[in-house]
C-alpha cells in the first residue's frame, strides 16, 4: 500500500503546481515583452505635434515597436545626449543645434539629413487690437513685453535674432523680451495675453489658431531647415535609421506637411 503524503508535503505541491501554472500562462506575455523595443527619439519641441502622429504611424507599420518621444530644445536635448541620456535619434529645429552635436561625435554624421523647413512668425493674443504690420512696430510704448528665445540655447531665438538685427532692431526688442525655454513657452505666454506679442514658428503659431493670430510672417535669409541623424551611441542603428526613412518618405512628409512644416 503506498505511503501517503504528509499533508504539508501536498499543501507544497499544490502550491508549487500553481505557481509553475501562472509562470506558464504568463510566458507569452514575457516574451512579447522581450520582444519589444524601444525608439527613442529626441526632437525639437516646434516638432510635437507631428511626430507624435509620425510615432504612431511607424510603430503601425513596425510590429513590436515603440516610439518614445522627448521634446524640448534642440540645444538641451543635444546636451542630453552628450552626457549619455538614452536616444537613438536626434532631429533639431535648426543647423547649430546639430553641429554641435557633429562636433561633440553625438551623431552619426553619415545619417544626418534635412528633412523639413519652418519660418519664423510674429504672434499677437487671438482678441488683440494693436496695428502691428512691421518689425518696427514692436518698438511703440503699447508693445510692452514681447516673448523671444534665448538665441544662446534654442534655434528659434536664433532665427529670431538674426532677423531683428538684419532690420536694427534686435536691441530695442531685447530690452522688452521675456526669455522663453523653447518656442512652445514663446507661445503659451503669448496664448494666456502675458505679453504683447511674441516670436513662435509658423507651425506652433497653427497650434493654437482660436487663442493666437500671425501678425507678421519674418523674411530671412537663412532658411530654417531642420536636420536628423542617428545617434552614435543607439544600440539599435538599423532601426533608427528605419524611423529616418520613414521621416523623409512620402507618407511622412505628409504628415509634416498636414503641420504646416515645408519641404527643405
Known sequence: MPTPFPAHAMRRLAATTAITAVVLAALPFMAATA???????????????????????????????????NFGASDILMQQIVRGAPADVFASADQTAMDKAVAEKAVQVSTRRNFAANQIVLIVPGDSTLPLASLKDLTRPAVRKIALGNPASVPFGRYTRTALESAGLWDAVLAKGVMAQNVRQSLDYVARGEVEAGFVFATDAAVMPDKVKVAIRIPSDTPATYPIAVTASTAQAELAAKYLAYVQSVAGQAVLARYGFLKP
Do not use: W
Open 35 to 69: 520582444q519589444a523595443t524601444d525608439l527613442v527619439v529626441s526632437a525639437a519641441s516646434s516638432l510635437t505635434n507631428a511626430f507624435k502622429d509620425l510615432g504612431t504611424a511607424f510603430e503601425q507599420q513596425n510590429p513590436g515597436v515603440k516610439v518614445i518621444n
